[in-house]
């Protein structure tokens, strides 16, 4: 194998190094514990990665123009009291409307699009600082989550008038509504998990198959290059905010499910490890590097630790620091992974220009 080959192999390892992380991880609480390996709890990890996936999701598709948003956390809480205000009754805490679960579903969807098309406008039209803009907009909506809700937190009901207006067509108590079901329900194996799986494999194939996403990642490896290609970079960036809106609606909607309950705090401090998970995935912050298949295995591997640590009963105080470091870690490893791809770049353009002097001298010799 040429030293070329060899950097190109080496660089596909590195690229794909969380999968290495997920199964070291995964066969080491199998072996510290027996209750790790089993139906049940295996259940539990792909129900953890829900609301988490959709989050890593949506800061996958920032990350790789180069951009970030830091309001996903609050955009989870304000559409799950959103959806809660509009679902109960006024004696639950409502707002009495009890419209149909799925207008309601169709409601916080386009919510969360317009709060990320809103944060995208202000970034590309009017040229305000994404940190600014996104930390500002974590704390309007942080306030307006408090300032809607009742003071307290809101029971969805057991059942739910999902056509509206007539007769009641009802889901039974004993059975999970609709509304939960994407957060707990079970199909052989969890709804929320099999949700996940499928928008993060649409994903990878809208992001590396589609002229769409290679303009992300164009934008993201050098903006002033993509303009001057004739890519629409303001118009780009602008749309995969607006995703990045939907899909922390969607996480709202699967945390509001799973706990049955629209709480003010819901989301709270989640966006760093959405970072994280993120960036361990293979993402680069910086733009232009990663694909989102790597940011699910981010994803399994947040999920993976949360759960095998409370199996083995660590203290949450030390889960706390086991999160720290786990941000650290993706830091880390986020920086060796760019040194080495600019060293490799840098030898395979090198290699490429002495077999286009060999050639041209090769060329004048005959």
Not at 291 to 306: A, E, K, N, P, Y
Request: aromatic content about 10%.
């Amino acid at each position: 194998m040429t030293q070329t080959g060899a950097n190109r192999y080496v660089s596909v390892v590195v690229d794909n190094l969380i999968w290495v992380f997920v199964l070291v991880t995964f066969i080491a609480f199998s072996l510290l514990s027996d209750k790790f390996f089993t139906p049940t709890n295996i259940g539990n990890i792909l129900v953890r990665i829900g609301a988490l996936g959709m989050l890593v999701l949506s800061q996958s598709y920032t990350f790789i123009t180069g951009n970030f948003d830091l309001s996903v956390e609050s955009t989870v809480g304000f559409t799950a009291m959103l959806a809660g205000l509009l679902l109960v009754a006024p004696a639950d805490g409502g707002w009495g409307t009890q419209l149909p679960v799925f207008v309601v579903v169709g409601i916080i969807l386009i919510v969360g699009g317009f709060i990320g098309l809103f944060n995208g406008t202000l970034i590309t039209r009017v040229g305000v600082n994404n940190l600014i803009v996104t930390i500002a907009m974590l704390f309007i909506l942080r306030g307006a989550t408090l300032g809607i809700s009742p003071g307290t937190s809101i029971s969805l009901p057991a059942e739910f008038n999902l056509m509206g207006g007539g007769p009641l067509l009802r889901i039974p108590v004993t059975d999970i509504p609709f509304w939960a079901y994407i957060g707990r329900g079970n199909l052989v194996i969890p709804i929320s998990g099999v949700f996940v799986i499928i928008a993060f494999l649409v994903a990878f194939i809208h992001t590396r198959y589609t002229q769409f996403g290679r303009n992300m990642y164009a934008i993201g490896a050098d903006s002033d290059a993509a303009r001057a290609a004739g890519i629409k970079v303001k118009r780009t960036v602008t749309l995969v905010y607006l995703i990045a809106g939907v899909c922390a609606a969607t996480a709202g909607w699967i945390a509001a499910g799973r706990q049955g309950t629209a709480i003010p705090n819901l989301g709270y401090g989640q966006i760093f490890v959405v970072h994280a998970a993120t960036i361990i995935g293979g993402i680069s912050f910086t733009g232009g590097r990663g694909h989102v298949l790597g940011s699910f295995g981010g994803v399994l591997l947040w999920s993976i630790l949360d759960t095998g640590l409370l199996i083995l009963q660590v203290s949450p105080f030390w889960i706390e620091v086991s999160r720290g470091l786990l941000l650290l870690f993706a830091i880390f490893i986020d920086a060796l992974r760019v040194r080495y791809q600019r060293r490799v770049a840098t030898q395979l353009a090198l290699a490429d220009t002495t077999i286009g002097l060999e050639d041209r001298k090769l060329s004048y010799e005959s």
